[in-house]
DNA sequence: GCCATGGCTATGTCCGGACAAGCGAACTAC
DNA sequence: GTAGTTCGCTTGTCCGGACATAGCCATGGC
């Protein structure tokens, strides 16, 4: 009611409250619109931009920066492809107004452990080649038969066993020595081999514990297990793992973000 | 070999094989970006684009279309984010080289229910507003004990049961009816209510089932169960529902793909 | 036979402009 | 007072161009 400004204040990008510190490097190799992406996105996570808050219109934030707007867009459009932000045509971009985390990600279960500072220790009981099933065979889209690599491993957080993984991979892909496997997770030893993980298919279910899964797990068998199984493919379409995982119901669960595609 | 063609020849966009039909409306008030999309989308699943095909360069495609060139990226991006092209540059965009399905989507029992080709019935056990308990308070951003709305339902397919929905709403949101949550699922009542659903926060996870969940499912009691719960957000950032499913292991499992975040 | 180098190609980034369309508020007519 | 209309705002879409840069191949020197 102020009778100056009918429309919509934006809270912090420019107006009478104190403006965000945007700005630009034009001499770094990083893109601009990149840089504009990652001060918006700090200034979010900081709360430095509330949630609700208008950003300001494209054209005043391109000229502030001295860019044009096609780059802000760009920067903009890598936060509401997050979900940090929401546009409205008419209205201006606003934070979006929850506690939106990230979306979930081709995450290691060595990373989800180390990055809760639990402090994973993993124990390798299988590192051997041998014939692959008809399962593992349609998996990796190999013959049935065939030599293919298995890994099979036991992971624990705070002395306490977590989750028995088996891993089946092709032949010869990646060398895998037993002390660095107990070092760190696997995709991190793919990444390093060069493989660019791309994307992967997962099913997650849940049934009771086998006998033997029960006495590495230190469970009762017939308890109740989450498991896990995932093809994952490198960016070129080839199939680079096939993963069949088991957890203790008990001590973890799967937790992700889901955006509705528009 | 050829001696003309030093280069990675496009299979299908233009070169010696038949070229794509690719055409776009200009009188059509569908984006020019999104015909072209879909045109490529629907190439890709029908094969016409073979997996590892090169797209042939953005210049020559926009030239061949009378389109500009930021029209056709913004036209291949769409398909990249979806996982089913690859950009490489200085090579070219080739289609991704796997069965890749579609990215998770927040999904509903209901529809996947629906799409599977099993017909889903399903059973309203209670309809009714009651004091919010801590959980439920906290997840859906009001104060402990004041009154949400309760549905708690059972979902079976084939005649035999799946999986038992208990949802928290917040007061008059959206009015609920038997016969509708019995006819439809609870996404589609509130869409149709004109909330714009935007994200979802789930944890899934495992556990015995309890004698009433055991007696509802047609189960035994301590057999495993998996478990979900649900916070769903529209697009202002309000919380719009808090659920706690869960399913038989047997009959259920979560599908879904993942994309790596470049 | 091997390696360095240069040139070609295709995508990546960025610009400045233009018009269309949805949205909300204020205004006007009843 | 209420309902319809107008108007200004902001994002959505699209264009044509420009230069930078990564990847690959062929050439040429060793």
Redesign the interface.
């Known amino acids: 009611m102020s009778g100056q400004a009918n429309y919509a204040r934006p809270v912090t990008a420019h107006g009478t409250d104190r403006p965000l510190p945007l700005s630009v490097d034009r001499t770094s190799p990083v893109p601009l619109y990149f840089q504009l992406a990652q001060q918006l996105e700090a200034a979010v996570e900081q709360g430095r931009l509330a949630?609700?808050a208008l950003l300001g219109n494209e054209i005043d934030l391109a000229s502030r920066l001295g860019l044009s707007r096609p780059t802000v867009r760009q920067a903009i459009q890598t936060l509401v492809?997050k979900?940090l932000m929401?546009r409205r045509r008419g209205v201006g971009t606003q934070v979006?107004?929850?506690q939106?985390?990230r979306?979930?990600?081709?995450s290691s279960l060595y990373d989800d452990l180390e990055t809760a500072g639990q402090r994973p220790a993993t124990a390798v009981l299988r590192n051997t080649t041998e014939p692959a099933t008809a399962e593992v065979a349609a998996a990796l889209g190999v013959a049935e038969g065939s030599e293919v690599h298995l890994v099979e491993r036991l992971r624990s957080a705070h002395g306490e066993p977590m989750a028995l993984l088996r891993n089946h991979l092709p032949p010869g892909l990646v060398p895998l020595r037993i002390d660095e496997l107990e070092a760190t997770g696997l995709y991190r030893l793919m990444r390093a081999a060069g493989i660019t993980?791309?994307?992967?298919?997962?099913?997650?279910?849940?049934?009771?514990a086998t006998v033997g899964e029960a006495r590495d797990l230190d469970e009762e068998p017939?308890?109740?297990?989450?498991t896990m199984e995932r093809v994952t493919?490198d960016?070129?379409?080839?199939?680079v793992e096939f993963g069949s995982h088991v957890y203790r119901?008990?001590r973890?669960?799967?937790?992700?973000?889901?955006?509705?595609?528009p």
Chains 1, 2 share one sequence.
């Open positions: 949630p609700g492809d979900g929401v979006v107004h929850s939106v985390r979306p979930l990600e081709l993980l791309h994307s992967a298919r997962q099913t997650v279910g849940a049934r009771a017939g308890a109740p297990l989450l493919y960016d070129t379409g080839r199939v119901a008990a973890y669960a799967f937790e992700f973000q889901l955006l509705v595609r």
